[in-house]
């Protein structure tokens, strides 16, 4: 209590300044709409600037919520969008739920894209429903396939692999063809056995094919940049620049095909009849 009056008394000169000052503000707001108004505005504008910063660092944190939304709402219209499609009655009966797929969405926890066998590992597992041989693909196009599961994680052998061999279709002249990682570079592979008779211009779309077994048709794998002739009677190649990019995945979608049960039985009694 000493200190507090001793520091008034020290200090009372400016105590009485500022306490003036005040009053004087308080009064000409009153006394004044345009300087009461000024005054107010001032106060919003501050105050809203602090909750527009304070969303904009909320909305940061929120982006991997934000995303893991996004990417299961896109896995659902995407199971929509695979439905059967009656070329009788030339119309999607989505109510019926004749889908051929289901989409899974993971996310990558670890990728390589500079070795010669490059994998990918994701946040999904056995327990999401995630198997051997699923095909894997980005909102950009294909990634690869589903090699190794555990119980919450799986790795995928990416289109950058020395043995990764991809069924394609040339989509301007449905021809089919073969995809092949032989560049050593991420953004680009290689189709292989094109038709002589077909010339490919840069780019040309290649698309999956039915044969592939493994991927869906149709999903876009890339487009050309450069064709290779060969000579006379011999198979054509091209390079082509990956839908994908390998060095910037981050979320991924695993295709279960529904009927994949059915079409292992068959091929398996091919394999017996052999």
Do not use: C
């Not at 004749?98 to 993971?106: C, R």
């Not at 054509?236 to 990956?242: D, H, M």
């Amino acid at each position: 209590m000493y200190n507090l009056r001793r520091f008034i008394l020290k200090h009372h000169f400016v105590i009485l300044f500022i306490l003036l000052e005040v009053i004087s503000v308080l009064l000409l707001a009153r006394s004044q709409n345009f300087h009461r108004n000024r005054m107010v505005n001032s106060t919003n504008d501050a105050v809203g600037k602090i909750y527009e910063w304070s969303s904009e660092v909320g909305n940061y944190f929120r982006l991997n919520s934000a995303n893991k939304q996004l990417a299961e709402e896109n896995a659902m219209l995407r199971k929509q969008l695979s439905i059967v499609y009656d070329t009788a009655a030339h119309i999607y009966d989505i109510d019926r739920g004749d889908t051929l797929y289901e989409y899974i969405p993971a996310q990558v926890v670890n990728n390589s894209t500079n070795q010669t066998n490059n994998y990918i590992i994701i946040n999904k597992g056995a327990v999401d429903g995630i198997k051997r041989d699923m095909s894997v693909i980005s909102s950009d196009g294909i990634v690869g396939v589903v090699t190794d599961v555990s119980r919450h994680y799986a790795s995928i052998m990416s289109l950058l692999h020395s043995k990764s061999v991809v069924g394609v279709r040339i989509k301007e002249s449905q021809e089919l063809a073969s995809l092949k990682w032989e560049t050593n570079n991420y953004r680009y592979g290689m189709v292989e056995d094109i038709p002589t008779h077909i010339i490919l211009k840069q780019g040309d779309t290649i698309l999956t094919s039915s044969h592939s077994y493994i991927f869906p048709e149709d999903l876009m794998v890339g487009t050309v940049e450069e064709f290779y002739p060969t000579a006379i009677d011999a198979l054509n190649k091209a390079k082509i620049r990956f839908a994908t990019d390998f060095a910037t995945l981050r979320h991924v979608y695993v295709i279960k095909d529904l009927y994949k049960p059915e079409i292992d039985s068959l091929k398996a009694k091919f394999k017996k009849d052999e």
